[in-house]
């Protein structure tokens, strides 16, 4: 078994993400943030750009560049290039040579064993020493604060990119778990969707993102705003403006969004009788990028009768749980024993 105070300050935590990658490095905090995005010369092969650089390029760029996401619901879509952008990420933040790293990587609930191998074995190509991978809803976990550790339940909805992970956890555990593939991705993919068929209008995955983030919402709100975009027409094949309101987009973006409460539901379902009374008086912790879609803790509580919590930073529960296990070795321990990693 690995001596974990032997671990040094180069170590990292980081939340491998369908659309972002955080890293936190030992004693430093988060210290990188940056899309998953890696723009490759298809002539070449060579990459031509790692993280925002490369998001900018997406739907700009000439025939021979594309502009790749290598992970996709979660895990990775394209070993080679995840192995690329982990070492550009693992260079960026820890620049010395010989430093070699050890990796604690936040994965899925869901994911199989190669999968889980997969993202291990690209930790190491990418320069690491040790890799570990921690379950995503139990890093949040720890990220927001939750007291995992006790003998009382706590639920946490990690929205993510590609997945939303749902989890019942309790002494050090996960006790019930649903790990679906729809997230943020599949929202933006609904806006498309809804557009293309009421409007006849192509946009692309950005000005979706944008248009979800500006005016989307999962419960109806007061003085609900509209919003201009821009695409092209589908009929005469030139760009074409036209005004959609937030009532549309929540029609558009229905079945995704009913697709989480669904798991949310679930796991309730699951839970035994006693955590589930803890649940009821702590609350559903919310949490990831999908939590910020407006309306969302509403609608979960409304269809569950049980108070939903939104987490302070939403965005870096996963990396900021993982780097609590960084720095707490204790803790580290006792979450990868439940993994059978030790």
Not at 210 to 217: C, H, N, P, R, V
Request: aromatic share 4%.
């Amino acid at each position: 078994m690995t001596s974990f105070s032997s671990l040094t300050n180069r170590d990292m935590a980081i939340d491998l993400g369908t659309a972002n990658t955080l890293v936190y490095v030992r004693g430093q905090g988060i210290v990188l943030n940056e899309p998953s995005v890696v723009a490759i010369d298809t002539r070449s092969h060579r990459a031509l750009a790692v993280g925002s650089e490369a998001k900018r390029m997406i739907g700009r760029t000439p025939a021979h560049i594309q502009a790749i996401r290598p992970l996709r619901d979660g895990v990775i879509a394209d070993f080679d290039i995840t192995e690329r952008m982990l070492r550009y990420f693992i260079k960026k933040v820890s620049p010395r040579r010989w430093a070699r790293p050890r990796i604690i990587v936040g994965v899925p609930s869901g994911i199989t064993g190669v999968e889980r191998r997969a993202v291990e074995e690209a930790a190491y190509h990418a320069g690491a020493r040790r890799a570990y991978t921690i379950e995503e809803p139990m890093a949040a976990a720890i990220g927001c604060g939750l007291p995992v550790h006790e003998p009382t339940a706590s639920m946490v909805v990690d929205i993510g990119g590609g997945t939303t992970e749902v989890a019942v956890i309790a002494l050090g555990g996960i006790v019930v778990a649903r790990s679906v593939r729809v997230a943020g991705d599949e929202i933006d993919e609904a806006v498309i969707d809804y557009v293309k068929k009421e409007y006849n209008l192509l946009l692309g995955d950005r000005t979706a993102e944008q248009l979800k983030m500006a005016i989307g919402s999962a419960w109806p709100y007061s003085d609900e705003p509209s919003a201009e975009i821009r695409g092209r027409d589908l009929v005469t094949g030139l760009p074409k403006t036209v005004v959609v309101s937030a009532q549309e987009v929540r029609e558009g973006i229905e079945e995704p969004v009913q697709a989480v409460v669904d798991a949310v539901k679930y796991c309730l379902d699951k839970t035994p009788p006693e955590l589930a009374a803890d649940i009821m008086a702590r609350g559903i912790m919310v949490t990831g990028g999908g939590a910020l879609l407006r309306g969302l803790d509403v609608r979960i509580a409304s269809e569950t009768g049980t108070p939903v919590i939104t987490s302070d930073r939403p965005l870096q529960t996963v990396v900021l749980g993982a780097g609590v296990c960084l720095e707490e070795f204790d803790r580290l321990r006792e979450v990868l024993s439940t993994t059978g990693q030790e």
